[in-house]
């Protein structure tokens, strides 16, 4: 999915699956509070989007780049069945649900991991609110930031 097909969209919520903190081993000042392995985007259009954390391939000599991967998401739950039989179901990012519906005025893809993949997605929201979704350590978990810059 291309990220620039979500502008002009109105995002309704942001959904994480509830995950402790990120261990003091892994954590600098730049560890997000909020932090999840996957979050979905949920659109008032009924569209949802999920955003997970991935390993890119970008040469054989290297190992695989941390990046993340948009798609939509169409599954008609975002719950998590785990192999015995218990769910994890979503929360909403409250700190976003302050801020939403919103519309989707911009889209910024970067690599502040400088690994060579698209490691970090900026929507801005509105005016000038952001919600940044991005790959932190450890490997394979998002970190969510929310901003009302306004």
């Known amino acids: 999915m ?26 600098d000042d730049s560890t997000p509070s909020i932090n999840s392995w996957k979050v979905f985007l949920t ?22 780049s941390l990046g993340l991967r948009i798609e939509e998401y169409r599954n008609e ?13 979503t929360v909403s990012v409250k700190e976003a649900n302050e801020l939403l519906p919103q519309v989707v005025t911009r889209v910024q893809e970067s690599d502040p991991l400088e690994e060579g993949a698209i490691s970090q997605y900026t929507f801005t929201i509105g005016n000038s609110a952001s919600i940044v979704i991005r ?8 970190g969510v930031l929310v901003s009302n810059a306004g």
């Not at 739950?77 to 179901?89: A, C, F, L, R």
């Not at 790959?135 to 998002?142: G, N, V």
């Open 2 to 27: 291309e990220t620039e097909s979500l502008i002009g969209r109105v995002l309704d919520s942001v959904l994480v699956y509830p995950c402790g903190p990120v261990h003091p081993a892994w954590a």
């Open 135 to 142: 790959h932190i350590m450890p490997p394979m978990t998002l």
């Open 77 to 89: 739950s975002t719950d998590s069945v785990q192999s015995d039989g218990s769910v994890i179901k």
């Open 43 to 64: 659109f008032s259009d009924g569209t949802v989007c999920n955003i997970e954390p991935c390993e890119v391939e970008l040469s054989e000599e290297r190992y695989p």
